[in-house]
């Protein structure tokens, strides 16, 4: 055993493999007790057979090769998830899978705080861990998802309050410009799409005749999103490229720089470009306006279909793709006491009873 900073560590070798870990304490007593049973299970591991201990970073490597090959998460949750593995290197690469328990994840959790994270980015932190343990679980490394059991309670996630663009607002950001991509704000605020499904919607996931279109969304779960007539219309003044199957695409280059159909990649640059040249514009004529996010337009989609008795807030729940109805309650929060009851019971006034795609 030996100290660093501190901490007492042990390191031995068995059967020509060296084996090195923190005992995570500066008492040697502790510390002495904490090799024993570690170099006895290591041990036994050795010479009954049993898998030898999995460090983390081999985990990780194996966790992607199988995400990439099983199509598990999406492209946009995948990558997220790598940033999220990115930042948790300097509580988890010197460690075994099987180290991975609530203790260092509280641990985790403090240092990640203490670095001014959000609450929010702390949560994802965990859930993407979670699922690199439980890629663990199925290859035998471990037999606890310690991210997976963590009190989540103990971190809670303060969601500030949605401020819903105004219509003069989403007016003046699009200005008079009439491009594929001021198609595509507007085709937000019809159907309440996340920015990355936009993007990744693809001809054959639309039915005109029905008029709803059907694709595998966040988490992946089956969404059937219903078209109003204006969506409808943005859809069919789209232009088609041959090898692009993409409703919305700009022209890029392919690897040997020919020009080519590609489909939106940074939805998100792209919009807050659009709303910082409304501000300046807005700024010049000493007119008010206040800049928003594109997910604001899935924030107010959602209300006005709640408060334009669509549907009800089951309904709503459905369409969004939220997991949790809690989740769709905040929109209740915009809605007169008459509209609550409406969308909470599912029944909508006669004069909502037109069809979705004959609404304005």
């Known amino acids: 055993m030996y100290q660093r900073n501190g901490i007492w560590w042990a390191r031995f070798k068995l059967r020509g493999i060296e084996y090195r870990f923190s005992l995570r304490t500066r008492s040697e007593p502790v510390a002495k007790k904490r090799e024993k049973i570690a170099r006895e299970k290591i041990e036994d591991q050795a010479h009954f057979g049993i898998a030898g201990p999995i460090s983390w970073k081999a985990a990780v490597v194996s966790w992607d090769e199988h995400v990439r090959r099983s199509r598990l998460l999406s492209e946009s949750t995948f990558q997220r998830y790598k940033v999220s593995l990115a930042q948790c290197r300097e509580w988890l690469d010197d460690r075994n899978v099987a180290d991975i328990n609530a203790s260092l994840l509280r641990d985790l959790v403090k240092g990640r705080q203490r670095l001014g994270i959000t609450n929010a980015s702390v949560r994802r932190d965990l859930t993407a861990i979670s699922s690199v343990l439980d890629h663990a679980i199925d290859e035998g490394w471990t037999e606890e998802n310690a991210a997976r059991g963590f009190n989540r309670q103990r971190i809670p996630e303060r969601r500030d309050p949605i401020i819903l663009p105004t219509d003069a607002d989403i007016s003046y950001t699009l200005g008079k410009e009439r491009t594929r991509f001021v198609d595509i704000i507007q085709f937000a605020r019809e159907t309440g799409m996340r920015q990355e499904e936009i993007a990744s919607l693809e001809h054959n996931m639309i039915d005109e005749k029905a008029k709803v279109i059907t694709f595998i969304g966040k988490r992946r ?29 700009h022209m890029g280059e392919d690897e040997e720089g020919k020009p080519v159909a590609v489909r939106y990649a940074n939805l998100a640059s792209n919009f807050g470009a659009y709303t910082a040249r409304a501000a300046k514009r807005a700024a010049k004529a000493d007119r008010p306006y206040r800049r928003f996010r594109f997910h604001d337009l899935r924030h107010l989609f959602a209300v006005n279909y709640l408060r334009h008795r669509i549907g009800g807030i089951y309904d709503l729940q459905k369409v969004l793709g939220h997991t949790s109805i809690k989740t769709t309650e905040v929109y209740l929060d915009y809605l007169t006491p008459e509209e609550v009851r409406a969308a909470e019971t599912g029944v909508a006034q006669k004069a909502a009873h037109v069809q979705r795609s004959n609404r304005p």
């Open 221 to 249: 779960k089956l969404r059937a999103i219903p078209l109003t007539r204006k969506a409808l219309e943005i859809l069919k003044r789209q232009p088609r490229y041959v090898s692009c199957n993409f409703v919305f695409w």
